[in-house]
């Protein structure tokens, strides 16, 4: 059974440029979910895609945004990244629903300098 | 909204210690509850979990976790600690049939020997 994948590992950008990361879910899954976490806190819910729409969102701004493919991995896109958006990138997969468990990668560290 | 709350910001105990983690959820519905660990340079990994049924879970490597509804905790123990669960600890919510995951800001556990 391959695991949730993450590319890229890091990646840094300046103020104004836009961000594409990419997430493969766990064989079987259906539904990736998005998180960002700043140093020193939690993860935060950002959205989530189910059947190649979004499925839920939290409090992040529109620049924010995400596609999911027939293969049921997923992108995430920022565009006019500020430096507030540094942080880890974690991508979550499970099947849909809320008893269930959501399996996290390895996630992506972003820079905006 | 729901929120989750860890008092317990950084915890340092020394090995064979007895280990109790607080977690307080605010959410008047069903909830379904976690608890991931992160090692130092790993993946968030899932130790527990609570959907139903008995309120006192046990997970992985030896901890538990004890849902008291009418307290709206969810504490993380485990009776003696090892230097290798030095590690951060996240309490996790969600509600109902959403599967999106509402984190606490996580406790950071150090084991020494």
């Known amino acids: 059974e391959t695991g949730v994948t993450q590319s890229p590992t890091h990646l840094i950008k300046t103020r104004g440029q836009q961000v594409t990361l990419r997430c493969s879910s766990q064989?079987?899954?259906?539904?990736v979910s998005w998180y960002q976490q700043a140093l020193g806190q939690g993860p935060q819910f950002i959205f989530q895609y189910y059947r190649e729409e979004e499925n839920g969102r939290g409090n992040f701004p529109p620049r924010f945004s995400g596609l999911q493919f027939p293969n049921y991995s997923s992108e995430l896109n920022v565009n006019a990244l500020e430096l507030d958006d540094s942080a880890l990138y974690l991508c979550?997969?499970?099947?849909?629903?809320?008893?269930?468990?959501?399996?996290f990668g390895p996630g992506t560290r972003l820079t905006v300098l | 909204a729901q929120s989750v709350s860890q008092h317990n910001h950084h915890v340092i105990l020394s090995e064979a210690a007895s280990l109790e983690l607080g977690c307080n959820y605010s959410y008047g519905g069903t909830v379904n509850l976690f608890w991931y660990v992160q090692y130092p340079g790993q993946h968030l990994q899932l130790l527990l979990k609570?959907?139903?049924?008995?309120?006192l879970v046990k997970g992985i490597k030896g901890f538990e976790a004890e849902f008291i509804k009418s307290k709206f905790s969810f504490n993380l123990r485990k009776p003696s600690v090892q230097w290798s669960d030095t590690a951060e600890y996240f309490c996790a919510v969600n509600s109902g049939t959403a599967s999106k995951l509402t984190f606490g800001t996580g406790t950071r556990l150090q084991v020494t020997l």
């Open positions: 609570y959907f139903s049924g008995d309120p």
């Open positions: 979550a997969s499970s099947l849909e629903g809320g008893q269930v468990t959501q399996y």
């Open positions: 064989s079987g899954h259906n539904t």
